[in-house]
Each structure stands twice: as C-alpha cells, then as structure tokens.
C-alpha cells in the first residue's frame, strides 16, 4: 500500500477528485504545493526542539492540569489505544498542546452557552523559555487551520458540494496545534505491547502531521489488516481524516487507525521529532450524515455534537482507560 501524494497547484477539480479517492481508499495522504511558509515552519519545528530540551522540572512547570488539554504532557503519560477501549503501557513520548487562541469576551460568550465547552478553550500555558515560542506557534496555528479550511473546501467539492460546505460548522473551530518528542529509546528496555503512540484514529476533521524520518515512525493500518510506514516527504503535510468526517460521509471516507511504532534494534540513534495540526469542529457543530453520502436504505448513526465527543475521547487517553 502506497499514500498517495496531492499537488494541492494542480486545478481544483482535479485534486477535489484525488482528495476523494485518497480519503476513500486510505483516509491518508500527503500533500504538497500548500503554501505554507517554510521560515515559519522552520522556526516552529526549532521552538519544539528548544522547548523539549528543556530540563524537566521546567517543562512541568507548564503541565497539563488535571481536566485541562493544553499545556506539557510529560514522557509515558498518555495512552492513545485507551481512546478505543484498550489498556496498553504508556506511550513513549512527551508532548506539548497549544489550543485555540480567543479573547475573555469571546471566551465567556462560549462558555455561557455550554460551560463544558471550557475543556476546548482551556489556557494556553507558555514556558519561559525559547523566547518568542507563543507568537511563533499562533502564526504556525493559523496558517495550519487556513490550509485545512481549503483541504475541506477542496474534499466537500469531491463530494459534488457546494465548496463551502463545511463552513459554517468550522469558522469557530477547536483546533489543536500538537509538539510531540519522542526521546531516544533502546528497544530492548521497551515493555511488551509498548509503542511510542498506541494505535488509535484521530477525533476530529483533519490532521496535518510534519513528520522527521528518525527510525520508528508513523504506521496506518491498511484494508489488507497490515501496518504500512508512511515515509517522510521533503516539505510535504501528511493529512488524515478524522472520526468527525468518517461519520458526516457515513463511512465514505476513512478514520484510519494509525500509531508510532518502536524502532528496530538495529536502527541506531532513533530521537524523533513530529508536530501535529488536529483539526476540529466547532464545539456545538452538529455531525450528520451528508446527504450525498447517505445510504439507500437510509439507515445512519445519529448526529453527535463535536465538541463533547472530542472531550471524551482526549479525557479517556489520559486516565488510561
């Protein structure tokens, strides 16, 4: 099994249609030509290499509160595989979580029509140190959540759509902009059914993933049953669906279970480093099947509300259940 790769330069029509067979057939891609600007995405990727760094008792000072989802997430605390029911060891990574950027007016507007919605505009805690880290990732942020707006614009014309959609359902989105390090490991000391991110799919729409290629990387489950690598492209985004638009096409488009996998004895120095866009709903968007994708009998799953969805399933990773 091959990811395909999309020139998002090519004509619209043209990669609306590859975004649809990608999503049907792999619920992966990679994609080029986005328009990102690489001084900014450069300048992110050595803020997270500043930031893990960092001696420990630093980074904990910006630790992920009980009940909260943004801030430093120490090394073996998360466990992705418990989002589908699964106990397994702790992941082998540290993490650091950046979430939407509002002000208290807008934030207390919110809140005040569903105070859970308090989990998803949780703070955004900043270490001291590397200077400048906050501008850096809100710019990095934005320019990520533009590219998914045109991603879905592009993939609801796939669907014979109107291009815009989704819209509506995401001009108040709860995304989250994800650092993730994966420390050096010797195989050998690795519990059994350990891995540095447990298999399991992502919550939301999209996510854009900037990948190295250190030793034991990302893996996707194929319809053959099998893990296939997904090799790091020189400038290219790795974009996934998520559970949110798995079900608004009824299982057209693929949720696809994927995971990072330990490295092989005989890989050598195998630090690895990764930065995550996991693009979401507006909180109270309502998740409905399409009608374009709806099936003849029309027997569908009922509507979810994004935003508690994602709390559950974030929430769940963390207690290890």
Not at 93 to 102: A, D, L, N, R, Y
Not at 262 to 270: A, C, E, F, L, Q
């Amino acid at each position: 099994m091959s990811i395909p790769t999309i020139d998002l330069r090519e004509p619209a029509e043209i990669v609306a249609r590859q975004l649809d067979d990608a999503c049907s057939s792999f619920g992966f891609t990679q994609v080029i030509g986005h328009g990102v600007d690489p001084v900014l995405e450069r300048d992110a990727w050595n803020c997270a290499s500043a930031f893990f760094a960092l001696d420990e008792e630093t980074k904990l000072a910006v630790a992920i509160p009980d009940g909260d989802a943004y801030g430093y997430g120490p090394f073996q605390v998360e466990r992705l595989a418990a989002s589908r029911g699964e106990s397994t060891p702790p992941d082998l990574k540290e993490t650091f979580s950046i979430g939407p950027f509002v002000d208290a007016s807008e934030l207390q507007a919110i809140v005040s029509r569903d105070s859970a919605a308090a989990f998803a505009y949780s703070p955004n805690r900043w270490p001291v140190e590397p200077p400048g880290m906050s501008d850096v990732m809100q710019r990095y942020y934005d320019e990520l959540a533009v590219l998914c707006e045109q991603l879905l614009s592009l993939m609801a014309r796939g669907l014979g759509m109107s291009a815009d959609t989704f819209a509506s359902s995401i001009d108040r989105h709860t995304s989250a902009l994800r650092l993730l390090h994966y420390p050096h490991v010797e195989p050998s000391s690795v519990t059994s059914g350990q891995l540095r991110a447990g298999a399991h799919s992502d919550y939301g729409t999209l996510t854009l993933l900037r990948q190295d290629d250190a030793p034991g990387g990302l893996e996707v489950r194929g319809a053959d049953e099998e893990w296939h690598q997904v090799p790091a492209e020189e400038g290219a985004y790795v974009v996934n669906i998520g559970d949110a638009l798995e079900r608004w096409t009824a299982g057209r488009w693929r949720s696809t279970l994927h995971r990072v996998q330990v490295p092989s004895p005989d890989s050598g120095p195998n630090e690895r480093q990764s930065i995550a866009f996991f693009h979401n709903a507006n909180w109270d968007a309502v998740i409905e099947v399409l009608d374009p994708c709806r099936p003849s009998d029309g027997e569908v799953a009922p509507p979810i509300t994004a935003g508690r969805h994602l709390m559950e399933r974030f929430l769940s990773t963390q207690r290890g259940e």
